[in-house]
């Protein structure tokens, strides 16, 4: 026996401790609702865990998207909705005014005047129409600008870009007007078509890096092509990202367009971007481009019904025209509204599916866990008994002395 080292003590005291450790643990666990409080925990469990709650935000911010697309849209066809009624009635008045055999010449200016202020209410919500401060029915949401390249067509089909007129200026307009305005000047010299191009889209975008963080950042989204026929070539330099009012001027030093040969630049976009996706995949996205509705965009701004037949007639086809094209655009709204729909669902589905997969990862099962505390609980209060025990086990030795 010995009284130096009481190794049943220490053994007892060391189980304790490590008791104690897990029952504390027990306790954290069940009072957060957490499997994984720390990295410690479980520290591939955690990253993972990690990964699938910011792709459950992400989708519900995408969700969210998807609703406010839902908004443009039907904000958009409803207007549209009321320009086919208004189109419908000036087509009314049309053919009322071609029965010249019972219409005499004031009816028929009461019509025109009717379809003249139709018109006017036309082109107020083609103007007017917006989503927050985003216009809608101008023809701004999507869509970009034009201008010409300043060059010579030379005899060998090749294009010279001369000195003094090689000034490249792309301004950011709309919704993506704070962007301003870069600068570049293209290398004066003789080109190919391709080489042309080429050379647009390198100094375009070595410009925007140049540029603020916001331009550069769209300096690897700019791509130039075209198609080469002589005088009537053209180019079209796409922006992605640039959701309106883009332009591209190329010519002397104000920038001023110089038609020295017909080859035009086509400032495109994809069209404004709705985000429905947790990533940045294409399939991610949907690009949309309304066109405008104003009266001169529907070729009715200078139509006429009290003139004489030959002119109602053509107001008849001309109106026939613009009553087709607004329904194609409310066809194209619409289609894109229900798969906006379908996509809401799909969302809503794949969040709750990773949203339990995170929670199999890092939430508690209470019942489990609570087994193990009771368990731990009980080993404690034992482990506290035997320490108890082995700390008198030295007093048998007071027996042998008293001896």
């Known amino acids: 026996m010995r009284i130096n080292n009481n190794v049943a003590a220490a053994n007892a005291s060391r189980n304790l401790a490590q008791t104690s450790s897990a029952t504390n643990r027990n306790i954290e666990k069940l009072s957060t609702g957490r499997r994984i409080n720390r990295a410690g925990d479980d520290a591939s469990g955690l990253v993972i865990s990690n990964q699938l709650r910011a792709q459950v935000s992400a989708l519900r911010q995408a969700t969210r998207n998807a609703q406010d697309g839902i908004s443009v849209l039907q904000t958009a066809e409803g207007a549209l909705n009321e320009v086919s009624t208004?189109?419908?009635?000036?087509?009314?008045?049309?053919?009322?005014?071609?029965?010249?055999?019972?219409?005499?010449?004031?009816?028929?200016d009461a019509g025109q005047a009717e379809l003249a202020a139709l018109r006017v209410e036309i082109d107020r919500i083609s103007s007017t129409t917006r989503f927050g401060s985003v216009n809608l029915l101008d023809g701004t949401f999507g869509t970009g600008g034009t201008a010409n390249v300043a060059s010579t067509l030379d005899a060998d089909g090749s294009y010279t870009i001369a000195a003094g007129t090689s000034v490249l200026s792309l301004?950011?307009?709309?919704?993506?007007?704070?962007?301003?305005?870069?600068?570049?000047?293209?290398?004066?010299?003789?080109?190919?078509?391709?080489?042309?191009?080429?050379?647009?889209?390198?100094?375009?975008?070595?410009?925007?890096?140049?540029?603020?963080?916001?331009?550069?950042?769209?300096?690897?989204?700019?791509?130039?092509?075209?198609?080469?026929?002589?005088?009537?070539?053209?180019?079209?330099?796409?922006?992605?990202?640039?959701?309106s009012g883009?332009?591209?001027?190329?010519?002397?030093?104000?920038?001023?367009?110089?038609?020295?040969s017909a080859?035009?630049?086509?400032?495109?976009?994809?069209?404004?971007?709705?985000?429905?996706?947790?990533?940045?995949?294409?399939?991610?996205?949907?690009?949309?481009?309304?066109?405008?509705?104003?009266?001169?965009?529907?070729?009715?701004?200078?139509?006429?019904?009290?003139?004489?037949?030959?002119?109602?007639?053509?107001?008849i086809a001309a109106l026939?025209?613009?009553?087709?094209?607004?329904?194609?655009?409310?066809?194209?709204?619409?289609?894109?509204?229900?798969?906006?729909?379908?996509?809401?669902?799909?969302?809503?589905?794949?969040?709750?599916?990773?949203?339990?997969?995170?929670?199999?990862?890092?939430?508690?099962?209470?019942?489990?866990?609570?087994?193990?505390?009771?368990?731990?609980?009980?080993?404690?209060?034992?482990?506290?008994a035997m320490l108890a025990q082995a700390n008198q086990i030295p007093q048998g030795i007071l027996s042998l002395l008293k001896g």
């Open 86 to 108: 208004m189109l419908n009635r000036m087509r009314d008045l049309a053919v009322q005014a071609s029965n010249s055999g019972t219409n005499g010449q004031s009816s028929r």
């Open 171 to 243: 301004t950011f307009g709309g919704t993506m007007s704070g962007l301003g305005t870069v600068t570049a000047n293209l290398t004066a010299g003789n080109y190919t078509f391709a080489s042309m191009a080429a050379e647009i889209q390198s100094k375009l975008r070595s410009t925007l890096l140049a540029g603020t963080a916001s331009q550069a950042e769209l300096a690897s989204r700019v791509t130039v092509t075209g198609t080469a026929s002589g005088a009537g070539s053209t180019l079209s330099v796409r922006v992605d990202g640039v959701t």
């Open 246 to 260: 883009a332009s591209v001027t190329l010519g002397g030093g104000s920038n001023a367009v110089t038609l020295l």
């Open 263 to 315: 080859v035009a630049v086509n400032v495109t976009s994809a069209g404004s971007r709705f985000q429905v996706g947790a990533g940045t995949s294409a399939e991610e996205q949907i690009t949309l481009v309304i066109n405008n509705t104003s009266s001169a965009a529907l070729n009715i701004g200078t139509i006429a019904i009290n003139t004489d037949d030959v002119t109602t007639n053509a107001a």
């Open 320 to 384: 026939d025209l613009a009553i087709t094209q607004v329904s194609s655009q409310r066809g194209e709204l619409g289609a894109l509204q229900n798969r906006f729909e379908s996509m809401v669902a799909n969302l809503a589905t794949t969040t709750e599916n990773l949203t339990a997969s995170e929670s199999r990862i890092r939430d508690v099962d209470m019942a489990a866990e609570m087994v193990e505390f009771t368990k731990n609980q009980v080993l404690s209060q034992a482990g506290m």
